[in-house]
């Protein structure tokens, strides 16, 4: 059995009376990418700040690299690679400058220049910081947290702000991590980028989890492979009904609009454009797509990823 490399029990942390993290049981595995994937405020940056020694816990155990945080944490914080939601670097320094930096906090390492190949910035060793565009400040981030050679590295929502090219490029660079065995914690709001990255997920929002597994069989538990989106005009037609529809797994109302998880979209929206027809109910929306880690989410919290978690952080 591959042994634990970061685990909680009973996780919480509050800040005054706002409830931020609520109970959280993880427990990441030895070359794991593990995905704490939710909306903006769940809880998933106090978590990652409390298993980094950043903060400390209300109540709870934790446990990183099979330690805990005690004293000054600085033996254990030599093994980590930590990647924050944002980071400022001096304006004027040039790139291998700043590594070089971040290198002298390590008793052992990378050498600069092989964290900047790691990142695919060796090119921009002499570059300015300021001359340096969104995404590639954000891979000089990455290679800082990486010249340690880290055990263990955490990733908070590495690809935020970022525009598609560079978000793929950082998937990239996570992805070769992984081939090479690294253990990564990620937190994300995007579930495209969850699915792709991790072996597993949790689920969170409000501070708590809601669902944990791999990517895929968190579709499956969905129980078809197909989501119909309806908004209706006025007038009503019961969730009962159109649960009734042929191939129709489950209804929710989220949003103000009807979810249909479906086996076969073939089958099931001719009944359902019939019923409304029937019923003499317009269609203002509809839309189909292949079942996701967002439809999971919404199943499971009742709102979309960028609409929750308020109270938490």
Partial sequence: MTPLVLSCRDLVHH?????????????????????????NGAGKTTTV???????????????VLGER?????????SRLGIQLQETRFPEKLKVEEVVELFR???????????????????EKRGAYVRALSGGQKQRLSLACALVGDPELLFLDEPTTGLDPSSRRRIWEIVEELKARGRTILLTTHYMEEAARLCDRVAIVDRGRKLAEGTPSSLVASLGAEHVV???????VVGAARLAALP??????????????????VARSVPPLLALL?????????????????????????????EGGGEGAA
Avoid: M
Wanted: net charge negative; aromatic share 6%; hydrophobic share 45%.
């Fill in 247 to 264: 191939g129709v797994e489950e209804v929710r109302e989220v949003e103000g609009a009807f979810r249909l998880t479906v086996r076969d």
């Fill in 229 to 235: 989106e309806v908004e209706l005009g006025d007038g």
């Fill in 15 to 39: 800040y005054g009376d706002v409830v931020a993290v609520d109970g959280l049981d993880l427990e990441v595995a030895g070359g794991e990418c593990f995905g704490l994937l939710g909306p």
């Fill in 69 to 77: 945080w005690v004293g000054d944490g600085i033996a254990l914080r």
């Fill in 49 to 63: 700040e409390i298993f980094e020694g950043l903060t400390r816990p209300t109540a709870g155990e934790v446990r």
């Fill in 104 to 122: 002298s906090f390590y008793a052992r390492g990378l050498e600069p220049v092989e964290a900047l190949a790691q990142v695919a910035l060796v």
């Fill in 277 to 305: 027809a029937e019923e003499g109910v317009e269609a203002r929306r509809l839309a189909t797509h292949h079942a996701t880690l967002e439809d999971v989410f919404l199943n499971l919290s009742g709102h979309s990823l």
